[in-house]
């Protein structure tokens, strides 16, 4: 099974809906981030999902429009609210301090690919 | 912010051939990251980089990091098919920080 698994792997989804994706690891890991990769583009942080907090959420990217959750040490939750078609895009969770993938590089699930109609 | 700026673009070149592609930065980094996406994937590590003038390969892969701290190159010896994917380069802005900025990405693709 998948290191980092991210459900679901893809979606198409009505304006003004919301939908949350899932990241699971399958060990507890130190730090697990949010990152958006719009189409042809590069990815861009989101936010850092923080265990048992409130996520810190980058320049740009307010709580409102990206809700996270991470309640234990593996497992955390975006939502991507109110969704318009500029949302579509492609959502990675990364995580760092993974005990076999090595503590201090940064590794990616496969992506959620949105589509927002 | 800082960026990364990635060249080429993209590029295409023979199956057998040769890529090499690099990164720049407008300020310094301390570590350069390498890497690759495939299509529906998330990035997959290639090869890091911790010190300046470092020269590290990983199979057919080679990086280097810059002496001058502001640059990395990344190059792909004898190309197969499945190098094919867009490269990006990415690096913590901050001293011991674990977020990345990433690159603009080098788009591969390989004429059989």
């Known amino acids: 099974s998948a290191v980092i698994s991210q459900k679901p792997s893809r979606d198409i989804c009505q304006r003004g809906t919301s939908l949350t994706i899932q990241c699971q690891v399958d060990?507890?890991?130190?730090?697990m981030f949010w990152y958006r990769q719009q189409p042809g583009q590069s990815l861009t942080l989101i936010a850092t999902a923080n265990q048992g907090s409130e996520a810190t959420y980058e320049s740009g990217f307010v709580i409102d429009k990206f809700p996270i959750s991470r309640p234990n040490l593996t497992f955390s939750t975006l939502t991507v609210s109110n969704m318009s078609p500029e949302d579509s895009s492609i959502y990675l969770c990364s995580v760092v301090g993974h005990p076999r993938l090595g503590n201090e590089k940064l590794f990616f699930g496969s992506g959620t690919q949105l589509s927002v109609l | 912010g800082q960026q990364l700026n990635q060249s080429p673009q993209s590029m295409f070149i023979q199956e057998g051939e040769d890529a090499s592609m690099n990164c720049t930065s407008s300020?310094?980094?301390?570590?350069w990251l390498w890497y690759k996406q495939d299509p529906g994937e998330g990035p997959v590590l290639l090869i890091a980089?911790?010190?300046?003038?470092e020269l590290t390969s990983n199979g057919r892969l080679t990086a280097q990091f810059g002496i001058t701290r502001k640059d990395s190159f990344l190059n792909i010896s004898a190309s197969i098919p499945s190098d094919v994917g867009i490269y990006f380069c990415a690096g913590p802005p901050n001293f011991g920080n674990e977020k990345l900025t990433f690159g603009t990405g080098t788009r591969l693709t390989i004429i059989p």
């Open positions: 300020s310094i980094f301390n570590t």
């Open positions: 060990s507890q890991v130190t730090m």
């Open positions: 980089l911790y010190k300046a003038g």
